[in-house]
């Protein structure tokens, strides 16, 4: 069993839409959660930051953490074509700065 | 302020030469990650680094891989005789002392071996 999983996609969805992209992780020593956004040939800008279970919101873009579950997701409201990217999630331990990241979920916002 | 700064963005090898790839922080970062992400994979934690230490090279093969971080100037990750395996886009991130997962990242170098 992989340490972080994600569906690859794509996901297609049309303008406006609210998207929800989700992980799941295995590792309850996971304290820390981050949502990347990587476009094509560029490297991943972070969006999210989060250490604790429950909401995180920012503009449009809502983290949440779930660890009893151990899952997260992001939801982004009101999607536009230039959220067209991959989605990575990627968690860390406590104590280190390694992450561990998912393989990053394709999203296109169609016009 | 620039941002995290890598070169080349591309790199060409043979098989059995060596690469080179480089890694200028961010002003004020002082701590380098190298990821590297194969295709159909997501990145993968390669090696950490502050000034003139190693932290973690948990992720690092054994042999061929190499990285350093110099008092003065960028931080290289060396790849000695490199094979096709080798393929994939390297990225480089920074992020300040008091920062443990907030990094920035680089565009990364895409090295191909033929």
């Known amino acids: 069993q992989k340490e972080v999983e994600q569906d690859p996609g794509p996901l297609s969805v049309p303008e406006g839409a609210i998207v929800s992209l989700n992980c799941t992780y295995s590792n309850s020593a996971f304290q820390y959660f981050m949502w990347y956004r990587q476009y094509s040939r560029k490297g991943p800008e972070l969006l999210m930051y989060t250490y604790s279970s429950g909401n995180k919101e920012d503009g449009r873009f809502t983290a949440q953490v779930d660890k009893s579950s151990k899952y997260i997701s992001l939801f982004i409201r009101d999607s536009q074509p230039s959220d067209s990217a991959t989605y990575l999630c990627?968690?860390?331990?406590?104590?280190?700065?390694?992450?561990?990241f998912g393989t990053g979920t394709q999203l296109k916002v169609e016009l | 302020n620039a941002g995290v700064m890598q070169n080349p963005r591309h790199l060409v090898r043979r098989r059995g030469q060596e690469a080179r790839l480089r890694c200028s922080p961010m002003?004020?970062?002082?701590?380098v990650y190298w990821y590297r992400q194969l295709p159909e994979e997501g990145l993968k934690f390669m090696v950490y680094l502050q000034k003139e230490n190693i932290i973690d090279e948990s992720g690092m093969p054994k042999e061929r891989f190499s990285a350093e971080f110099p008092k003065e100037g960028p931080s290289i990750l060396r790849i000695q005789q490199v094979v096709r395996g080798d393929s994939a886009a390297y990225f480089c991130?920074?992020?300040?002392?008091?920062?443990?997962?907030?990094?920035?990242f680089g565009s990364g170098t895409r090295l191909t071996v033929v």
């Open positions: 002003k004020g970062h002082s701590h």
């Open positions: 991130a920074s992020s300040p002392p008091s920062e443990n997962y907030g990094y920035t």
């Open positions: 990627a968690i860390g331990a406590g104590g280190g700065n390694k992450l561990t």
